[in-house]
C-alpha cells in the first residue's frame, strides 16, 4: 500500500476512534503538552523545554480531572520520549488515552475488546482482522487471556520472580514470551503483574504481590497498557522516588516530582485507565511492516 493510501487509512481509523468514544458518551479532553514534571519512569527519558517537558504521556493532567469529577473521558495526542526509536518506536508518537471513573481494569478489556471489532468493521470490513508479518489476528476469534505468572511459565519455561530478582524480566519478556504470543490468531491480554511492575495501578486487595494491570498485544506487539488506578498519594510518591532510585543506580538523572497531581491523588474515585500506540494500531490494521510506514514523516527526514 503506498504512503497516499496509508494517510487516508491513518485518518480514517482516528475518526474511527472518535466516533466509537463519542457514541459511547466519553468526553473527549485536551491537556497541556508541556509540563513541569512526568511520572519519573525508570526506563523513559522524557525530552526537555527550557525548565519543562514534554509530556510522555497526557496520563497525569488526565487523572486530575478525574480527580475533579469528570467521569469517561479520552484524547488522542502526540507524545514525546527521548531516545525512542526503531520498527516499533518513534521518539514522537501519537497516543490514545482514555479514563472511567467508578470501574477497574476488568471493564478496560471489554472496551479494548469493543474497540478493536468496531475499528476493523468501520475501516476493514472486506477483511476484518489485524496482520503483522506473518500473522493474522482475529478480534472476533475468542480472546487468549494469561497471567504474566502463567505466560513466563508457560512460553518461557520459567519463574517470573526468578526473572525479577535476577533482573532478567524484560531479557526474557521481549527474547522469549512476546514472540511466543505471537503465534495465537487472536489477540492477547497479560495480565496481573507482580507488584515491582505495578507502575501507577493499584494492588490487589486479596494480593497485595500483584498488581491489577493488563496488556495487549496483536501478532506479538504490545499494543496497549492498562490499569485500575491507584489513588493513595503516599504510595505514589514511594513509587516514583523509588523510579528515581532505579535511575540513579542506572547513571540516570533523577526526575522532578508532579507535586500538582500527588496533592489531588486522594481525591480520585475508584477509576480505571489505558493508554494505547495508535500509530501500532494503523501498522497492524494496515499490515505494514513498520511504523515508519504510517506516519507522514519519520525523524530522519526533518
Same mark, same amino acid.
Given at each position: 500500500m503506498r504512503k497516499n493510501a496509508l494517510l487516508w487509512?491513518?485518518?480514517?481509523?482516528?475518526?474511527?476512534i472518535r466516533d466509537f468514544f463519542w457514541e459511547r458518551g466519553f468526553l473527549e479532553v485536551e491537556t497541556p503538552l508541556l509540563i513541569p514534571a512526568?511520572?519519573?519512569?525508570?526506563?523513559?527519558d522524557p525530552v526537555g523545554v527550557h525548565s519543562r517537558y514534554l509530556h510522555t504521556s497526557p496520563e497525569l493532567c488526565m487523572k486530575r480531572l478525574?480527580?475533579?469529577?469528570?467521569?469517561?473521558?479520552?484524547?488522542?495526542?502526540?507524545?514525546?520520549r527521548d531516545g525512542e526509536r526503531g520498527g516499533l518506536h518513534l521518539p514522537e508518537f501519537t497516543m490514545?488515552?482514555?479514563?472511567?471513573?467508578?470501574?477497574?481494569?476488568?471493564?478496560?478489556?471489554?472496551?479494548?475488546?469493543?474497540?478493536?471489532?468496531y475499528l476493523v468493521s =468501520?475501516? $476493514?470490513? +472486506?477483511? #476484518?482482522?489485524?496482520?503483522?508479518?506473518?500473522?493474522?489476528?482475529?478480534?472476533?476469534?475468542?480472546?487468549?487471556?494469561?497471567?504474566v505468572e502463567d505466560a513466563f511459565?508457560?512460553?518461557?519455561?520459567?519463574?517470573?520472580?526468578?526473572?525479577?530478582?535476577?533482573?532478567?524480566?524484560?531479557?526474557i519478556l521481549t527474547e522469549r514470551v512476546e514472540p511466543a504470543l505471537a503465534g495465537y490468531g487472536a489477540? =492477547?491480554? $497479560?495480565? +496481573?503483574? #507482580?507488584?515491582?511492575?505495578a507502575a501507577l495501578s493499584r494492588t490487589m486487595p486479596d494480593n497485595p504481590m500483584l498488581a491489577e494491570r493488563f496488556e495487549l498485544y496483536l501478532g506479538?506487539?504490545?499494543?496497549?497498557?492498562?490499569?485500575s488506578e491507584l489513588n493513595d498519594p503516599v504510595e505514589q510518591r514511594k513509587r516514583f522516588e523509588q523510579a528515581n532510585f532505579q535511575r540513579r543506580a542506572g547513571g540516570l538523572s533523577p526526575l522532578p516530582l508532579p507535586e500538582p497531581f500527588l496533592k489531588e491523588l486522594a481525591d480520585m474515585p475508584p477509576a480505571s485507565g489505558i493508554a494505547l500506540g495508535v500509530d501500532r494500531l494503523v501498522m497492524l490494521m494496515t499490515g505494514s511492516d513498520s511504523i515508519n510506514d504510517v506516519v507522514a514523516f519519520v525523524p530522519e527526514e526533518l
Open positions: 487509512q491513518r485518518a480514517r481509523v482516528i475518526k474511527a512526568n511520572a519519573p519512569e525508570e526506563h523513559i478525574l480527580c475533579r469529577g469528570y467521569g469517561s473521558i479520552f484524547q488522542i495526542c502526540h507524545c514525546w490514545l488515552e482514555w479514563y472511567r471513573s467508578d470501574c477497574d481494569y476488568q471493564q478496560l478489556m471489554s472496551d479494548c475488546r469493543d474497540l478493536l471489532q =468501520v475501516c $476493514l470490513p +472486506d477483511s #476484518p482482522v489485524f496482520r503483522h508479518k506473518a500473522y493474522t489476528i482475529d478480534p472476533y476469534a475468542p480472546w487468549v487471556t494469561k497471567t511459565r508457560g512460553h518461557a519455561h520459567t519463574d517470573v520472580w526468578d526473572c525479577l530478582e535476577k533482573g532478567l524480566y524484560e531479557e489477540p =492477547v491480554i $497479560l495480565r +496481573d503483574y #507482580p507488584e515491582q511492575l506479538g506487539v504490545e499494543l496497549a497498557n492498562g490499569f
